[in-house]
């Protein structure tokens, strides 16, 4: 991952199966599924040419895998995917799709994919020592695909690790889509639409946490480790904080990544574990998410925590205030106190994030009501007050080029 850019807050690798010719398969990836699906059936621009052929639409994206830590890492799971008979990511004693016969250039030619061969080899990745610790997740949108797998699994000889889950979002409707029903029309299809649509294609689950520790970090109130007890410098590590609104640990990344493996694992990256202080189970991908959108994700961050400007018309919460003091000051001898009481307003609502100040970090979006409010510290000390914010922002705003492998090189 490009050390200049955060973990992406969506990507996945999808299956496409065509409806009008149920073996004709299709993997690819994107940040926004939906939108790349549009593209594949013809109404947007864009998708590969592999499936614009017009017998074969529309497609269905039978099932995705998200969870990448990065965009690359989403195209070398892609690769292997597309390519099981030649990855090193899939050993060759394990190897399900095997090459029979050689291309021009002399490489193995893969042999053709279907649904059962690729959920078989999809199986054998997660698996895999590259990929099995990884934070991904399934998702089936085919009821048939899903049966599919669940009968491959129950064949296989060992179990995907229990850490992967496997999600179902089948259309409750038993309508099926023909080559007659325009893409949209059809209200199976629509149904999957709808339930893509719920997809976290955005940072919008990390906002809170984002909020909070941006308030934590801002003020230099870190505090110590909740794991070693040593003082935190401020700038002077990689600190981890808990996502909880209502927790203020805090943690050196090294001494948390420690603690979540004390179980005799002898691994070097966690995959979850429980809050020091108010054992909330944390999934450590999440953790090192708001971790990155910390260190290189400022323009996401500002985008994230953007207050929406009041209407006109409307008076601001500041300038509401400052007219309530007029009122009741209206006979001091001493305006300069006016003056000041106003200049302290101007900074704690600043900082509370009531102030008109859009572009204040610590502002607070007006868009929606609050579901978070300012915690103290729990401890004796005054310490690392939590000030969290949390607000909906629109869908589909962050848009990734999707992959096109027509030139790429090999990642494998």
């Not at 690790?161 to 325009?182: E, G, H, M, N, W």
């Not at 149904?191 to 689950?205: C, E, G, N, Q, V």
């Not at 691994?267 to 959108?293: F, M, Q, R």
């Amino acid at each position: 991952m490009p050390m200049d850019r955060p973990i992406p807050a969506f990507y996945c690798c999808y299956l496409l199966r065509s409806t009008v010719s149920r073996g004709s398969v299709y993997v690819g990836s994107t940040p926004n599924p939906i939108r790349r699906l549009k593209q594949h059936n013809g109404l947007s621009k864009g998708g590969a040419v592999r499936t614009a052929r017009h017998n074969l639409r529309p497609w269905e994206m039978a099932c995705i895998v998200t969870g990448f830590p990065s965009h690359v890492a989403a195209l070398q799971f892609e690769w292997a995917w597309q390519n099981p008979h030649i990855t090193s990511h899939i050993a060759p004693e394990e190897r399900i799709s095997r090459a029979t016969q050689k291309k021009r250039s002399g490489h193995p030619r893969r042999a053709p994919h279907s649904v059962a061969s690729l959920l078989a080899n999809l199986h054998v990745l997660l698996r895999s020592p590259s990929f099995s610790r990884w934070p991904l997740d399934i998702r089936f949108f085919s009821k048939s695909v899903h049966e599919s797998w669940v009968k491959w699994t129950k064949a296989a000889a060992e179990p995907v690790r229990r850490s992967i889950p496997v999600l179902q979002a089948f259309p409750s409707t038993k309508a099926t889509i023909s080559d007659s029903d325009p893409v949209g029309n059809n209200p199976g299809e629509e149904m999957i639409y709808r339930r893509m649509a719920t997809l976290p294609i955005t940072y919008d689950d990390q906002k809170s946490h984002v909020a909070k520790t941006k308030d934590i970090v801002d003020f230099e109130l870190e505090g110590t480790c909740d794991v070693c007890l040593t003082d935190l410098e401020h700038d002077g590590g990689l600190y981890i904080l808990c996502p909880n609104t209502k927790c203020d640990a805090i943690a050196h990344m090294t001494c948390l990544s420690k603690q979540f493996l004390e179980d005799g694992e002898e691994e070097l990256v966690p995959i979850k574990g429980n809050c020091p202080k108010c054992k909330t189970e944390l999934v450590w991908a999440d953790l090192v998410k708001e971790l990155s959108l910390r260190m290189r994700g400022q323009k996401e961050v500002e985008k994230l925590l953007k207050v929406k400007r009041a209407k006109k018309g409307k008076t601001s919460t500041l300038a509401q205030t400052v007219m309530e003091l007029s009122s009741v000051d209206e006979d001091s001898e001493n305006e300069s106190d006016m003056e000041e009481e106003i200049e302290r307003m101007e900074v704690l609502t600043s900082r509370s994030g009531t102030g008109p100040t859009g572009g204040d970090w610590h502002a607070r979006n007006d868009f929606g009501a609050s579901d978070t409010e300012s915690v103290a510290s729990n401890t004796s000390e005054p310490r690392r007050p939590v000030l969290a914010h949390s607000r909906e922002t629109s869908p589909w705003e962050r848009i990734i080029e999707d992959s096109d492998w027509d030139n790429a090189e090999v990642l494998d």
